[in-house]
């Protein structure tokens, strides 16, 4: 079974640019998680999808925005790109709504805005 | 916001030691989960206990669950080098989704 896979590994930005991430979940997950990972620390929660539809989302900015295909798949964007952005973003996907279920991580996409 | 918070930060011991890390939360839950990262890659599920359980084993990682106290633990028994890793709890919120603690750094000399 193929796992989480994300899109691109690293990408590089200038302030004020928009970054485009992308994350495939696993056959079958329909939830999809987004996490922001800054250098040494714990994850923020940013964002939730489940089924197409946002389910909660984190205290960021509009700024930070995604959604979800029909065939899960998912997107996050983050426009107007500020120095501190920079970080690891994580995307995790389950296999049922909802927090009852483990979670699987893709290896995430490191963002470095200059 | 986090929901838990993990207990050391940090943690250094040589090989064949025993490793304990401590998670304390805020709200009532239905379950929590124990997941290890590996240095910059994505964290990798370990185990997942429920409310209505104390303990729970997997191979040589032992975690307990106290509601009462809003606190797990994690053990790891004679630990390898290659358990070097951050190490996070994770509790569920009143909206159903995942949040994460700071994690502890575990160092495992050889």
């Known amino acids: 079974e193929a796992g989480v896979t994300q899109s691109p590994t690293h990408l590089i930005k200038t302030r004020g640019q928009q970054a485009t991430l992308r994350c495939s979940p696993i056959?079958?997950?329909?939830?999809v998680y987004w996490y922001q990972q800054a250098l040494g620390l714990g994850l923020q929660f940013l964002l939730w999808y489940d089924e197409g539809e946002e389910r909660n989302r984190g205290n960021f900015p509009p700024r930070f925005s995604g959604r979800q295909f029909p065939n899960y798949s998912s997107e996050l964007n983050v426009n107007a790109l500020e120095l501190e952005d920079s970080a690891l973003y994580l995307c995790?996907?389950?296999?049922?709504?909802?927090?009852?279920?483990?979670?699987?991580f893709g290896n995430g996409t490191r963002l470095t805005v200059t | 916001s986090q929901q838990g918070e993990e207990d050391p930060q940090a943690l250094s011991i040589q090989e064949g030691e025993n490793a304990t890390m401590n998670c304390s939360y805020k709200t009532s839950i239905n379950n929590l989960q124990w997941y290890r990262q590996n240095s910059g890659r994505g964290l990798v599920h370990l185990i997942l206990?429920?409310?209505?359980?104390r303990e729970k084993h997997s191979g040589r990682l032992r975690v307990t669950l106290d509601t009462s106290k809003k606190s797990s633990s994690l053990l790891i028994t004679a630990s390898r080098a290659a358990d070097t890793a951050s190490y996070f709890c994770a509790t569920p919120t009143n909206n159903n989704d995942m949040r994460f603690g700071a994690g502890t750094r575990l160092t495992v000399k050889p």
């Open positions: 056959s079958g997950h329909t939830s």
């Open positions: 206990i429920r409310s209505n359980e």
């Open positions: 995790a996907s389950s296999v049922r709504q909802g927090a009852n279920s483990p979670l699987h």
